[in-house]
């Protein structure tokens, strides 16, 4: 039976989360979230990936679009997209060359240097690499997301179990010049033919840094939306997501984030599906901007299926 509330303008939605990732759990919240959104406006079922494939492969044909709902390798990197092309299934958020190239964090910072912005200092290590500690860095597996595997080192000994940590999650790992400053981050959505800016969020965590436990642990993490910092800088960072969301080709929507100095901000990643539990940054950035999330999700699936 269709849902309460569906009607025959309803479209048939099918929604593919879960995968393998480090982040399965954080994907199937996210999930929960975009279903809770849209199951009056549209008949939806759910495929938990990659148990449900065959199910999904056999059933395909009756959806009208697809809503991937993963984050982190194999599924936010363009390859579940990729899949539904080849099915020849619409879909929402970004086509596969944005995820692949978002999901890279070497990629993504080199096309931020080429539209002119700033980024820290960074080099790139595999399994057999050697480096010795010189200055505070960031290590960060290159594929990865919601902060899994990301470390500090303030010295050898740190640098070398960060290094043993990351390479659990990426076969390359991502070494930064360590910047102190404010991390901010800013939401991109697409409504219509428009890409705009949605309010700039403060993170004040109580960690080291925004890791993956303070981003889902409310009392280990502050979020203020909107962020308490002056008009001409948030416009600035709000250029900036912007400009690299369009470099980058995304589409529905991104968020992207920044360390900022007294003097300067510099780019970090750009996510291609932000997290999407009710109490993730991105829809509290939707809320503070007036939006509606369940509306918004109707504009994506609207658009897709109206190629």
Request: glycine share 6%.
């Amino acid at each position: 039976m269709p849902p309460t509330g569906w009607s025959p303008s309803g479209r048939k939605v099918a929604v593919l989360t879960g995968g393998d990732s480090s982040e399965r759990e954080v994907a199937l919240a996210s999930s929960k979230n975009v279903i809770n959104s849209l199951k009056d406006k549209h008949e939806i079922d759910v495929f938990d990936f990659p148990k449900d494939i065959d199910k999904f492969l056999e059933s395909y044909k009756k959806y009208q679009t697809a809503i991937p709902v993963f984050h982190g390798p194999g599924g936010e990197d363009g390859v579940i997209q990729g899949f539904l092309k080849t099915l020849g299934l619409p879909f929402i958020f970004s086509d596969v060359e944005a995820h692949a190239v978002g999901m890279d964090k070497a990629l993504s910072k080199y096309l931020a240097k080429q539209i002119g912005l700033l980024t820290a200092k960074d080099q790139i290590l595999n399994k057999l690499s050697k480096i010795e500690f010189k200055k505070s860095v960031v290590i960060k597996p290159l594929a990865g997301g919601s902060s899994i595997g990301i470390s500090i080192a303030h010295n050898q000994s740190d640098l070398d179990k960060s290094l043993e940590e990351a390479f659990k999650y990426s076969d390359k790992v991502l070494i930064e010049d360590y910047i102190k400053g404010k991390e901010l981050t800013v939401p991109i959505i697409d409504k219509g033919e428009e890409s705009f800016a949605l309010p700039v969020i403060e993170i004040r965590s109580k960690n080291t840094f925004f890791d993956y436990e303070s981003k889902y642990d409310d009392k280990l993490a502050e979020e203020i939306c909107p962020a308490p910092i002056d008009d001409k800088l948030a416009k600035e960072l709000q250029k900036q997501a912007l400009k690299m969301h369009q470099a980058l080709g995304a589409r529905h929507i991104s968020r992207s984030d920044f360390i900022v100095t007294d003097s300067k901000i510099y780019f970090l990643e750009i996510n291609t599906i932000p997290g999407m539990t009710d109490n993730s940054l991105l829809p509290k950035s939707i809320r503070a901007g007036g939006e509606d999330f369940s509306e918004l999700l109707d504009i994506w699936i609207k658009s897709a299926t109206s190629k």
